[in-house]
């Protein structure tokens, strides 16, 4: 009996620690010895295999409670790794859903070969019989599902420069295109409609679907596409009322950061401003990792639940999406201009700016393992932003608003921004410059997140001198950093809370977010700027800096 129990704690141990790859650098981060997390792995895989053996052999005495006790021991070690990675919970679970189901079928089709055909019951014809009957039923349920396209994710509409980016996904491969009005937009690869793709981006102008109100998706799967001949499957339309940003009204826009993947808490806080939304700002880290597509399309169903796809998306990336297997793809499921994820755009008169740090460290921090190239990225905003000041867009006399995005703030320099890359000073450099060229577009808010705190930067703040929390706000003697000399306001948006207070720790399991609503009145040319929580609420706000407690901030448009 105890070789059993043993057997399943190191099978445990090891479905676990697989589970687990993506905090595996954890390990590296504490001891600084690259190779321990493999080692771990090495002795977990020989530890399994040894108790598989004694198992097998029945094995008595010592031996089941010497390697029992070191995976036990193991056990210990990684619950350890799990309570420091809670965050990653959504990813370990999947994967160790994923592995054990893996391992089970290993064992059901090793059962069935092996040890099955001795019983009684299988020598039975009629067993057989309906044994084959559903073997052959489930083959034709997936040959059908293999060639029946369905809508898995439903449009959200980007949007980017001039242009709308309308994204949707299907089950499996098939076309994509956009009717608006008259008018057919299709999915193209050099010239030929792509229909070997899950994902479809299709591109139409602002203009025109401001104008139509309203556009239709399409998608057909191809069955067989040959040189000379092709057979189509099924063809699937749905379409959808469109909404464009309309300013006689005033301007109604929320703005959502660090959801990390709780999609539920995420829809029910952006759904604040219900149908007088003019647009909603994904600020980034909606996401924490991009490993399967399945991640990417939660910045999908946030921005779906919130919009329906009838209002404009606004996206910036977060240093988390910059992260997982699915990391290089992510162009193609949000918006983004030229593979890359600094743009302009103008929205019915609101003109806007994103920008994209990247990684929050230095290009040679061990996590990124030599991958990391962000100081040249973001080199190549710095004549982006130059060349935005030179086309002098956003001086447009029927722009009426002016926004810019980035997922970490930066008129906040902090902690490790001092920190060198070689021979290149990492983000303090960065900042400080691009809040210069900033300053030059006569923005009216900046929108961040990343801190997971409800922060704000305005002209009462010090620049360019080391901040402190105020004693109200939170009891710390550790340096904020500083404040860049700005000359827009900036708020950091979101906390997975429902409370301001640092002290009240974030709910790590999807109930909680607060989020930032921001009303204009251009009667007043004033901005009304709140934090609102998951259920509608106004979330009490004490200023960082200065102590002072309020529910809304009422800040002329204009900068200072």
């Keep these: 009996m105890k070789t059993k129990i043993f057997f399943g704690v190191s099978l445990f141990n090891l479905l676990f620690y697989l589970a687990m790859e993506s905090i595996w650098s954890g390990i590296q981060g504490m001891f600084g010895l690259w190779w321990l997390q493999y080692l771990f792995l ?33 056990t210990i ?10 965050g990653s919970l959504r990813y370990i679970l999947r994967n160790f859903i994923i592995y054990s189901l893996a391992f089970a079928l290993a064992f059901v089709i090793l059962y069935l070969f092996l040890e099955f055909p001795k019983k009684q019951l299988w020598r039975k014809r009629s067993f057989r019989l309906s044994f084959l009957f559903a073997g052959l039923l489930v083959l034709l349920g997936i040959c059908f599902l293999s060639g029946f396209v369905m809508i898995r994710q439903l449009p959200t509409v980007f949007a980017v420069e001039e242009e709308y980016q309308i994204v949707w996904t299907t089950t499996i491969n098939a076309t994509g295109q956009v009717k608006v009005g008259d008018n057919l937009y299709s999915e193209t690869y050099s010239g030929s ?46 379409q959808f009322s469109f909404r464009p940003v309309d300013l006689s009204d005033g301007l109604q826009f929320y703005s959502l950061a660090d959801t990390h993947e709780y999609v539920n808490a995420g829809s029910k806080t952006g759904a604040y401003f219900g149908d007088d939304l003019d647009f909603l700002v994904l600020a980034g880290d909606i996401s924490s990792f991009v490993d399967t597509v399945s991640d990417i399309t939660i910045i999908h169903e946030i921005a779906y639940n919130i919009t329906g796809g009838e209002r404009p998306v606004v996206y910036a990336r977060g240093n988390h999406e910059v992260k997982g ?4 793809n992510l162009h193609k499921y949000v918006g983004s201009k030229n593979d890359k994820f600094y743009y302009t755009f103008n929205l019915g008169g609101v003109f806007g700016v994103v920008l994209d740090l990247g990684e929050d460290h230095p290009d040679d921090w061990w996590e990124y393992y030599d991958t990391a190239y962000f100081t040249d ?91 402190y929390y105020h004693q109200d706000y939170r009891v710390s003697t550790e ?82």
Excluded at 46 to 74: D, Q
Excluded at 77 to 86: D, E
Excluded at 325 to 328: D, G, Q, V
Aim: overall charge negative.
């Design 42 to 74: 090495a002795l977990i895989v020989s530890l399994f295999i040894v108790m598989t053996v004694l198992l097998a052999k029945k094995t008595s005495g010592k031996a089941p409670w010497v390697f029992g006790g070191l995976s036990l021991a193991f």
């Design 77 to 86: 070690a990684l619950g350890y790794m799990f309570y420091l990675g809670i």
């Design 193 to 238: 409609l792509d229909s070997e793709t899950t994902v479809h981006k299709v591109v139409v102008p602002m203009s025109e679907l401001d104008m139509a109100k309203e556009y239709e998706i399409i998608s057909t799967n191809y069955l067989y596409r040959g040189p000379y001949s092709g057979l189509a499957g099924r063809t699937i339309k749905k």
């Design 325 to 328: 297997l699915e990391a290089n």
């Design 377 to 467: 990225y973001r080199l190549e905003q710095v004549s982006f932003l130059e060349d935005v000041l030179a086309d002098q867009d956003y001086l447009d006399p029927e722009i009426s608003f002016r926004l810019g995005i980035c997922h970490m703030p930066i008129v906040n320099v902090y902690n490790h921004d001092s920190e060198y890359d070689e021979d290149n000073l990492f983000l303090e450099d960065i900042k400080n410059e691009w809040t210069t060229l900033l300053n030059g577009m006569n923005l009216d808010l900046m929108i961040a997140g990343h801190r997971h705190q409800l922060l704000q930067f305005l002209e009462e703040t010090p620049k360019l001198t080391t901040l």
């Design 479 to 560: 340096p904020v950093g500083y404040m860049t000399d700005a000359n827009f306001p900036t708020f950091l948006v979101s906390r997975r809370s429902d409370v301001q207070t640092v002290a009240t720790q974030e709910n790590l399991f999807g109930k909680k977010i607060v989020g930032l609503a921001t009303s204009v009145d251009f009667q007043t040319s004033l901005m009304d700027i709140c934090y609102t929580n998951t259920a509608l609420e106004l979330v009490p706000i004490v200023k960082p800096f200065s102590g002072v407690s309020v529910e809304h901030f009422m800040i002329p448009l204009g900068g200072w």
